[in-house]
């Protein structure tokens, strides 16, 4: 069952940062927030997760809100190539790993 | 590196036929993972191995479908007496223990006709 919301779809220029919001708001304590992307005919990838504190690495960044009922997935400088569905789901041990139908970011050339 | 490897990429079976697709995860990876995503649909999950223990089957559809990772690595997920609503593409997913970063083969696409 869905624990996120996400908009269907977002544009966005090449070059300038992309951020995807996602609400949680129903997150419990322990349940974690990931984000995968999947671009056309391809299998999705993971690009970073978090619990409570912000998180960076070569993808992108995870903003969590103190209260942890959203995040925003933070891509810094968007590419052609990011263009893709993207998800975000909270999971913790013994739940199902729920994708979702995520946002569809296109980046404009 | 190798990554997840699966086979066939496109399959094409008619109404009761049986199915078996195969997936290679990636050489030490523990956990396995199987998906089914519809067309405009994200991925939904089947089922879930450690080593050759299969932990959660929850999510397979019907007794028509069958999963197995005799070993402990390579897997097989299998769909007897295939039907239309079966068509979808599978995939298949590993990580070196649990859910944290998965990482995804290309999938089968598979179409029952």
């Known amino acids: 069952d869905a624990k996120t919301t996400q908009p269907p779809s977002m544009d966005c220029a090449e070059g300038r940062a992309a951020n995807l919001p996602c609400n949680h708001s129903t997150i419990s304590g322990n349940e974690y927030v990931y984000w995968y992307r999947q671009i056309h005919s391809q299998g999705p990838q993971y690009i970073i997760h978090g619990l409570k504190n912000n998180e960076t690495n070569e993808m992108a960044s995870l903003i969590i809100t103190e209260d942890r009922k959203s995040s925003t997935l933070i891509l810094p400088h968007a590419t052609l190539r990011d263009t893709a569905v993207y998800y975000c789901i909270v999971w913790y041990t013994g739940n199902q790993f729920y994708f979702g139908t995520g946002t569809s970011l296109t980046v404009i050339p | 590196g190798a990554g997840v490897s699966q086979s066939p990429r496109y399959k094409v079976a008619k109404r009761g036929q049986d199915v078996a697709l195969r997936c290679d995860p990636i050489s030490g990876h523990v956990s396995l993972f199987w998906y089914q995503q519809a067309l405009g649909q994200g991925p939904e999950f089947l089922t879930y191995f450690q080593n050759e223990a299969q932990l959660d089957k929850s999510g397979l559809p019907s007794d028509r479908f069958f999963a197995e990772r005799p070993e402990g690595s390579v897997s097989t997920l299998k769909i007897q007496r295939t039907q239309q609503e079966d068509s979808a593409v599978y995939l298949c997913?590993?990580?070196?223990?649990?859910?944290?970063?998965?990482?995804f083969g290309p999938g089968t696409r598979l179409t029952v006709t």
């Open positions: 997913a590993s990580s070196l223990l649990g859910i944290s970063e998965q990482y």
